[in-house]
């Protein structure tokens, strides 16, 4: 069965760094994007990066562009997701999620099907 396990979340000062892992088992990693996912106390979820992990194409929303990387190991079957410069308001709950593709005319979208549990990431003096 699929299955992601999220680790390396912690406690970080603010322009500090952390890489977040998420190890992955169940399915063949390189054939499907994988997505970062974060949500903040109260708030709701908000997308981080998506990779396609077989070409390595990467995507990022704009508040963690130039901050974040989101990479994979296709022997360790694992996604990561480094950031930098880290703010306070990059606290959050960071999940991965396994998507599959869906298109939409000629237009094509992610949907996040599998979810790991969860790391914190938590940025503050």
């Known amino acids: 069965q699929v299955q992601l396990v999220e680790s390396g979340g912690g406690l970080v000062q603010p322009e500090e760094s952390l890489r977040v892992s998420c190890a992955t088992s169940g399915f063949t990693f390189s054939n499907y994007y994988m997505t970062w996912v974060r949500q903040a106390a109260g708030k709701g979820l908000e997308w981080v990066s998506s990779?396609?992990?077989?070409?390595?194409?990467?995507y990022y929303a704009d508040s963690v562009k130039g901050r974040f990387t989101i990479s994979r190991d296709l022997v360790k079957n694992t996604l990561y997701l480094q950031m930098n410069s880290l703010k306070p308001e990059d606290t959050a709950l960071y999940y991965c999620?396994?998507?599959?593709?869906?298109?939409?005319?000629?237009?094509?979208?992610?949907?996040?099907?599998?979810w790991g549990q969860g790391t914190q990431v938590t940025v503050s003096s």
């Open positions: 990779i396609n992990t077989g070409d390595g194409s990467t």
């Open positions: 999620a396994r998507d599959r593709k869906e298109y939409w005319g000629s237009m094509w979208y992610l949907v996040s099907e599998y």
